[in-house]
């Protein structure tokens, strides 16, 4: 388990982090979200051992991450923001380096090397220099470094960054495998990144947390919960589609796009609409290119708690 409770930071006048308390078991991949300066990567920086904190305590699995560093350590697997890494060194030559840190050995040392490798897809970098290396690949080397060891717990800042949208499914599908025995916290501004990996998500502002549920309850919160979208095939039936909408006593408001030829009828609170704006269509005699229930947009919350 990692434990935070009441873990703080302060920089002089300014607060970093403040009064941060959460726990995070096995099987989570908790998503820790929030706009630039928020904290997130301070948060991280504590949890890893590379900050201290001006107040407040933290564990991994156990270990304090103030009195048993070396143990909180050894069961965390750690990419940092920008994913440092010695750029003189080759990509065979780092990996060696951070198994013999790791104190791997024999043929789990093999093993552990040969899957990164594979997993990461590095083996046609092997023999390049770091410095020399695109941002994708070394974000991958970075990756490949925090899991040579098989951590129970990984703490990835950013893990997508710099990577292309096949590279990013690549990593994405390799954190949903390890995450059925692994503690895993990702920080990110990516809310895409929640959708497809997270079974949790913190949201912090100014230092502090002002969300902790589950991506579907967070969207839940979304004014266009249970909203419905209609695309029409014609323009030209758009304005009276959007006064017979308007008109149902379910719709609080209807958002227009004239470009896309597309309405949004948002529902009053509680409601549900999608069989009133159904019937309205064929009755209408609408000619849809599309008609879908919106779950709710995670982006629209993040900019409404986080404001």
């Given at each position: 388990?990692?434990?935070?409770?009441?873990?703080?930071?302060?920089?002089?006048?300014?607060?970093?982090?403040?009064?941060?308390?959460?726990?995070?078991?096995?099987?989570?991949?908790?998503?820790?979200?929030?706009?630039?300066?928020?904290?997130?990567?301070?948060?991280?920086?504590?949890?890893?051992?590379?900050?201290?904190?001006?107040?407040?305590?933290?564990?991994?699995?156990?270990?304090?991450?103030?009195?048993?560093?070396?143990?909180?350590?050894?069961?965390?697997?750690?990419?940092?923001?920008?994913?440092?890494?010695?750029?003189?060194?080759?990509?065979?030559?780092?990996?060696?380096?951070?198994?013999?840190?790791?104190?791997?050995?024999?043929?789990?040392?093999?093993?552990?090397?040969?899957?990164?490798?594979?997993?990461?897809?590095?083996?046609?970098?092997?023999?390049?220099?770091?410095?020399?290396l695109s941002k994708g690949f070394r974000r991958r080397v970075g990756l490949a470094q925090a899991i040579v060891h098989d951590p129970p717990v990984l703490i990835l800042d950013e893990p997508t960054d710099g990577l292309d949208p096949n590279q990013k499914h690549e990593v994405r599908t390799l954190i949903n495998e390890m995450a059925r025995d692994k503690i895993i916290v990702i920080s990110t501004h990516i809310l895409e990144e929640v959708d497809a990996v997270c079974t949790r998500a913190i949201i912090i502002a100014r230092g502090r947390i002002v969300a902790d549920d589950t991506p579907l309850a967070?969207?839940?919160?979304?004014?266009?919960?249970?909203?419905?979208?209609?695309?029409?095939?014609?323009?030209?039936?758009?304005?009276?589609?959007?006064?017979?909408?308007?008109?149902?006593?379910?719709?609080?408001?209807?958002?227009?796009?004239?470009?896309?030829?597309?309405?949004?009828?948002?529902?009053?609170?509680?409601?549900?609409?999608?069989?009133?704006?159904?019937?309205?269509?064929?009755?209408?005699?609408?000619?849809?290119?599309?008609?879908?229930?919106?779950?709710?947009?995670?982006?629209?919350?993040?900019?409404?708690?986080?404001?």
């Open positions: 388990m990692i434990k935070t409770e009441h873990l703080s930071k302060r920089y002089e006048s300014l607060v970093a982090v403040s009064d941060v308390s959460f726990q995070v078991g096995p099987g989570e991949v908790l998503g820790f979200l929030g706009p630039n300066g928020a904290g997130k990567t301070t948060t991280m920086r504590m949890l890893a051992g590379f900050v201290t904190p001006s107040a407040g305590t933290a564990s991994i699995c156990g270990h304090d991450i103030a009195t048993d560093p070396l143990g909180a350590k050894a069961s965390l697997g750690y990419l940092p923001e920008g994913a440092p890494t010695y750029g003189e060194m080759t990509v065979r030559r780092f990996l060696d380096f951070i198994a013999d840190l790791r104190r791997l050995e024999g043929d789990r040392r093999r093993a552990r090397l040969d899957y990164v490798i594979q997993r990461l897809q590095l083996s046609s970098v092997l023999e390049q220099s770091i410095e020399t967070l969207e839940a919160r979304s004014r266009y919960f249970n909203a419905v979208t209609l695309q029409l095939e014609n323009a030209d039936q758009l304005e009276a589609a959007r006064a017979a909408v308007a008109g149902l006593p379910a719709v609080a408001d209807v958002e227009v796009s004239l470009r896309e030829a597309r309405l949004t009828a948002l529902p009053r609170a509680g409601a549900t609409i999608l069989p009133a704006l159904s019937e309205l269509a064929t009755r209408q005699g609408l000619k849809l290119k599309e008609l879908h229930l919106e779950s709710g947009r995670l982006d629209e919350v993040f900019r409404t708690i986080t404001a």
